[in-house]
């Protein structure tokens, strides 16, 4: 069943797009981050997102993020390879609707740094 949520976490702008979600080098380097370091893309395929907790909204009254939510990203980031513009680093709290697409996943470039 769907329900509302709650998602922490950080994104970041990469210094090498790799197409939208539809595109093969997209998918492959999505699952690639899922799987091994905790990573994700948004659909654009130009921004790093790293979840630090993710829970359904009917239990939360209050959200806080990690003991370090950066440091945990970095580490992530670092052994992930891929390279980001350090200066676009930004915690996002999402409340969305996990019966449709997530708005930190559905982000651009241009609504995260305008």
């Keep these: 069943m769907s329900s509302q949520r709650i998602t922490v976490g950080v994104i970041a702008k990469m210094k090498t797009?790799?197409?939208n979600f539809h595109e093969e080098a997209h998918?492959?380097?999505?699952?690639?981050?899922e799987d091994n370091f905790g990573l994700a893309l948004?659909?654009?395929g130009?921004?790093?997102i790293y979840t630090d907790s993710?829970?359904?909204s009917c239990y939360v009254g209050l959200v806080l993020a990690g003991e370090d939510i950066i440091s945990g990203f970095e580490?992530?980031?670092q052994a992930s390879g891929v390279e980001i513009y350090p200066e676009t680093v930004k915690i996002f709290f999402d409340?969305?609707?996990d019966g449709c697409d997530s708005?930190?996943?559905q982000i651009s470039v241009s609504q995260a740094w305008k």
């Design 42 to 44: 948004n659909y654009d």
């Design 17 to 19: 797009p790799v197409g």
């Design 27 to 33: 998918q492959d380097l999505n699952e690639k981050l």
């Design 46 to 48: 130009d921004i790093l």
């Design 75 to 77: 580490r992530k980031l």
């Design 103 to 105: 708005n930190h996943k």
């Design 54 to 56: 993710s829970q359904e």
């Design 95 to 97: 409340h969305w609707y």
